[in-house]
């Protein structure tokens, strides 16, 4: 009244107020929205599509209706604002567990979006139940070339895998003939039988037997 805050009411029935006093309804309904699809640049720089969609409600109308000029403007704005600064700070895809990115960790990236938007929107008098992304690519412009990069990365990572796993078996195929005395070997042998181990079990292609009737001197 006269630009002074009365009060709210939040309690079913029937209310009677001054005519004097301005009156405003907010719904305390819970709503959500998706934002606008957003091109930024990835932490690599990369340019990607990405949106969200927030799930929120208000549940403070006095900070809903005088904080702010217009709460559900204010909401929209700052989420939009809120995914495009995430965006930034991850990369859209990486081999990595211990790195963070867009695509691979959906649950850590939906935590930290509804954390941001929720500092974001806490003075307005609105909470964020949930933030997830609903749209993740890359832009048009760079999205066929930056598949044939990801595929690329994807065959690097896999063969480093099989690479570490190989020589883990060639180690400890040597370890226990060493163990057991089954056979001694010396350097050329070992490296003989090292470089075909590796190459039976880095091989993309079954490797064809060679029974070997000679000697590995003659």
């Known amino acids: 009244m ?6 709210t009411a939040k309690t079913e029935g029937l209310r009677w107020a001054s005519p004097f006093y301005m009156k405003k309804m907010i719904s305390l309904r819970v709503r959500n929205f998706e934002t606008n699809r957003l091109k930024v640049n990835d932490i690599d720089g990369n340019p990607i599509e ?6 929120w409600k208000v549940v403070d109308t006095a900070e809903a209706s005088f904080e702010v000029d217009n709460y559900e403007m204010f909401v929209k704005i700052q989420s939009e604002s809120a995914v495009r600064n995430l965006a930034t700070q991850h990369p859209y895809d ?8 867009l695509r691979g960790h959906t649950g850590s990236i939906s935590d930290q979006m509804r954390t941001e938007i929720q500092n974001r929107l806490e003075k307005a008098g609105v909470e964020v139940i949930e933030a ?3 749209h993740l690519a890359y832009a048009p412009e760079i999205a066929e070339a930056m ?10 990572a896999a063969r480093q895998l099989i690479v570490e796993g190989a020589v883990g078996m060639v180690e ?23 470089s075909n ?4 079990l880095c091989g993309e292609t079954a490797s064809q037997p060679v029974i070997n009737t000679g000697t590995l001197y003659q």
């Open 147 to 156: 598949l044939r990069r990801q595929q690329a990365g994807a065959i690097i």
């Open 2 to 7: 006269f630009g002074k805050y009365v009060g």
């Open 172 to 194: 400890m195929a040597l370890a226990m003939l060493a163990e057991k005395n089954i056979i001694e070997l010396d350097h050329e042998r070992k490296a003989a039988m090292v």
């Open 132 to 134: 997830r992304i609903s």
């Open 50 to 55: 990405i949106a969200a969609i927030v799930v």
């Open 94 to 101: 990486s081999h990595s567990d211990t790195k963070i990115s």
């Open 197 to 200: 181990l590796l190459v039976v």
